[in-house]
């Protein structure tokens, strides 16, 4: 009978044990609540844990996406380039043409001055961020500059000899002839290898960059055309088409190799033939020799000095 009773006491304890552990587990265990939407003002607690949107008593309503969703829908069309580009008429098309720091314009100006036969200028200097802000400024920068040294080379060669008056044509001149030709020469080779189906794919807006950068090197050679000896000029200006020429012949010169031999080497004579007009144009009219003076002969007549005072004549008296 002890032993009945033992094991009715193990038995026991260990019902209560067991009890114990189900207690435990249930006060853990996950379960799902269900109300009325309607009566809390509020969506009902799914499953799945998600907020469904429900009217409040106010007649708001709460969104089911998060505040975050709209910015990483447009974060991923901007990265599969789904974003559509603005109109033209805004200022927001024309914002990235002038997107460029500091140094991007200074290595681009370099790269124009110093041909390299390892890298092509419009590949690795321009592409794939083309932009107007420094051919903007280099072509206005060279407007100045040629104006005023070409004033101030006359008034060196004409100091001393007559009145020297400042010429504001010659702004006027200099801004219509660089800005015609940064644009004009552009847009015919563009339109060249476009209807020549060119491989390359230079755009418009990077042959318009590369021929705006390669006007850099004439800035400092207008300033040194003040110089007044015309022999010096010259070689300055030699050495202005051979620089910046080569750069524009290494950087177009793959556009134009796959095709025939009679367009391209033409071409090519063409872009270097036009670019040195440019600097010889300069020379001849900003900077050229001491004019000649035209001076007013002047006839000299002869004058006749008349004595008005009367002769008295004078009596000598002799003893």
Not at 87 to 113: K, L
Request: aromatic share 14%; glycine share 8%; hydrophobic share 40%.
């Amino acid at each position: 009978m002890a032993d009945d009773s033992e094991k009715k006491g193990l038995i026991d304890i260990q019902m209560d044990d067991d009890d114990e552990e189900d207690t435990e587990i249930d006060t853990f265990s996950f379960r799902d609540f269900h109300k009325d939407p309607e009566a809390h003002g509020v969506g009902a607690i799914g499953d799945t844990g998600s907020i469904n949107t429900a009217s409040t008593t106010t007649g708001t309503t709460i969104p089911t996406h998060s505040i975050g969703d709209s910015d990483d829908e447009g974060d991923k069309t901007e990265l599969l380039g789904e974003r559509k580009s603005p109109p033209f008429w805004t200022f927001e098309y024309y914002q990235g043409f002038f997107d460029v720091d500091t140094m991007q314009v200074v290595r681009r100006i370099i790269g124009s001055m110093v041909p390299s036969y390892r890298k092509n200028f419009l590949v690795s200097q321009i592409r794939p961020n083309p932009d107007l802000y420094g051919p903007f400024w280099v072509c206005a920068t060279l407007v100045f500059t040629t104006a005023i040294s070409g004033n101030l080379a006359s008034y060196l060669a004409t100091t001393g000899d007559h009145e020297w008056v400042y010429d504001f044509h010659k702004v006027t001149l200099a801004a219509g002839a660089i800005y015609t030709y940064a644009f004009l020469i552009p847009t015919a080779l563009w339109g060249l290898l476009m209807w020549r189906r060119s491989n390359a794919g230079y755009s418009f807006l990077e042959i318009l960059c590369v021929y705006g950068y390669s006007l850099s090197i004439y800035i400092p050679i207008s300033i040194l055309w003040t110089i007044p000896f015309d022999w010096l000029r010259w070689i300055f200006v030699v050495i202005g088409m051979v620089l910046s020429g080569s750069v524009l012949l290494l950087t177009f010169w793959p556009a134009v190799e796959d095709d025939d031999k009679k367009i391209a080497m033409p071409t090519m004579l063409f872009i270097f033939i036009l670019h040195g007009l440019l600097a010889i144009g300069f020379k001849l009219y900003f900077f050229h020799g001491p004019a000649e003076l035209r001076l007013t002969p002047t006839t000299s007549t002869p004058t006749f000095i008349t004595s008005t005072t009367p002769t008295t004549p004078i009596t000598i008296l002799t003893a």
